[in-house]
T-cell receptor, first 120, second 107 residues
Framework: NAGVTQTPKFQVLKTGQSMTLQCAQDMNHEYMSWYRQDPGMGLRLIHYSVGAGITDQGEVPNGYNVSRSTTEDFPLRLLSAAPSQTSVYFC???????????????????FGPGTRLTVL | RKEVEQDPGPFNVPEGATVAFNCTYSNSASQSFFWYRQDCRKEPKLLMSVYSSGNEDGRFTAQLNRASQYISLLIRDSKLSDSATYLCVVRDDKIIFGKGTRLHILP
């Protein structure tokens, strides 16, 4: 298994540009999520999905869109990049989500290697 | 009170020493608890889950104190390779990450 993969690893954008960060997992996980990590802020949840066709907002969703057309893929779109979106972005997946009521451990998060984004 | 709080450190500890850090959480209904390890410029990775009865994995021991609403991580006989940031993770109806505690093991 490749686990959780993310592309690109690095990206530089100009203010106002749009782009899509790709995330894929081959573990047949129901739950996928996107986080951003900034110094001193920890990991903050952007959007998440509990299954194909279902997405919801996290703590900091503004400026980002997501879709989940398949179980495997969960792309994150930046609509009009701003310098405040300079960050490291992590995609994560787990067998099930926190509200699923599944057995202990089913919500263990597996992270991709991250995308380092700079917006000029 | 913040949902999940950790001392950011850094903890500078000589090799071979024992180090412990705690993480407090605010929601008494929280159900699952984890410790993740994050190396510099890498993704977080699960270190260990925290069971109600406490659990041990080699040099690492995790404990849960529901009455006082904290979890702890103890590292015995610390190695240089233990240098990392340790993230506390708590689940209630959402998954919440602490900001992490930085640990530096000194030779």
């Amino acid at each position: 298994n490749a686990g959780v993969t993310q592309t690109p690893k690095f990206q530089v954008l100009k203010t106002g540009q749009s782009m899509t960060l790709q995330c894929a997992q081959d573990m047949n996980h129901e739950y996928m999520s996107w986080y951003r990590q900034d110094p001193g802020m920890g990991l903050r949840l952007i959007h998440y999905s509990v299954g194909a066709g279902i997405t919801d907002q996290g703590e900091v969703p503004n400026g980002y869109n997501v879709s989940r057309s398949t179980t495997e893929d969960f792309p994150l779109r930046l609509l009009s990049a701003a310098p405040s979106q300079t960050s490291v972005y992590f995609c994560a997946s787990s067998y099930s989500g926190p509200k699923s009521g599944r057995a202990f451990g089913a919500d263990t998060q597996y992270f991709g290697p991250g995308t380092r984004l700079t917006v000029l | 009170r913040k949902e999940v709080e950790q001392d950011p450190g850094p903890f500078n500890v000589p090799e071979g020493a024992t180090v412990a850090f705690n993480c407090t959480y605010s929601n008494s209904a929280s159900q699952s608890f984890f410790w993740y390890r994050q190396d510099c410029r890498k993704e977080p990775k699960l270190l260990m889950s925290v069971y109600s009865s406490g659990n041990e994995d080699g040099r690492f021991t995790a404990q849960l104190n529901r009455a006082s609403q904290y979890i702890s991580l103890l590292i015995r006989d610390s190695k240089l390779s233990d240098s990392a940031t340790y993230l506390c993770v708590v689940r209630d109806d959402k998954i919440i990450f602490g900001k992490g505690t930085r640990l530096h093991i000194l030779p």
